[in-house]
């Protein structure tokens, strides 16, 4: 069974950046493309980008804070970095795996909130 | 790249069906049958039940089914049960080769 862990600070300053990782087990990150996705509190879903296990990147466009995702296959894992953060940045984010290319997602993380506040 | 628009929320009795719609544009659910749908318990990280329009995962009960006419694709929950009280949110590819989400809708067992 595959499970997935994010992790990373739950506190982060206003124009610092938000760093977190997702830790893959019971089954291997190669092969297979990743997701982070957010939810600000009491609200709706929104995709923030994929990488895929080689490295290649699809950020979403709509997102107004810069980003950047790396993988690590010797350690099972990816990261996100959302720099230059503000208070429309605080959510709960989830990483998780796509079905296919960007079909869906079958895999999830438990989540963590990280607050942007000073 | 707008939300997909979903109901708030629909409420429904044990036993009885209900439809929660999922409403895009040609450029994503009504241009690809990559539409997924998940339930979300409050504290809880979503789960997949539907992807690919129809298709469900493994372990997903056969209550719950998937289908598009259109621009428009919806999720039909069959014989209500109270541990189906929960958020549900759709999801389609894009045009763009990215990806969104719906608002998401409140069911509520009553």
């Known amino acids: 069974q595959v499970q997935l862990q994010e992790s990373g600070p739950g506190l982060v300053k206003p124009s610092e950046t938000l760093s977190l990782t997702c830790a893959v087990s019971g089954g291997s990150i190669t092969g297979y493309y990743w997701s982070w996705i957010r939810q600000p509190p009491g609200k709706g879903l929104e995709w923030i980008g994929y990488?895929?296990?080689?490295?290649?990147?699809n950020y979403n466009p709509s997102l107004k804070t810069p980003v950047t995702m790396s993988v690590d296959t010797s350690k099972n894992q990816f990261s996100l970095n959302l720099s230059s953060v503000t208070a429309a940045d605080t959510a709960v984010y989830y990483c998780?795996?796509?079905?296919?290319?960007?079909?869906?997602?079958?895999?999830w993380g438990q989540g963590t909130l990280v607050t942007v506040s000073s | 790249q707008s939300a997909l628009t979903q109901p708030a929320s629909v409420s429904g009795s044990p036993g009885q069906s209900i439809t929660i719609s999922c409403t895009g544009t040609s450029n994503d659910v009504g241009g690809y049958n990559y539409v997924s749908w998940y339930q979300q318990h409050p504290g809880k990280a979503p789960k997949l039940v539907i992807y690919d329009v129809s298709n469900r995962p493994s372990g997903v009960s056969n209550r719950f089914s998937g289908s598009k006419s259109g621009n428009t694709a919806s999720l039909t929950i069959s014989g209500l049960q109270a541990e189906d009280e929960a958020g549900y949110f759709c999801?389609?590819?894009?045009?763009?080769?990215?990806?969104?989400f719906g608002g998401g809708t409140k069911l509520t067992v009553l």
């Open positions: 998780a795996r796509n079905v296919g290319g960007l079909r869906g997602f079958d895999y």
């Open positions: 990488i895929y296990y080689s490295g290649s990147t």
């Open positions: 999801s389609s590819y894009t045009t763009s080769g990215t990806l969104v």
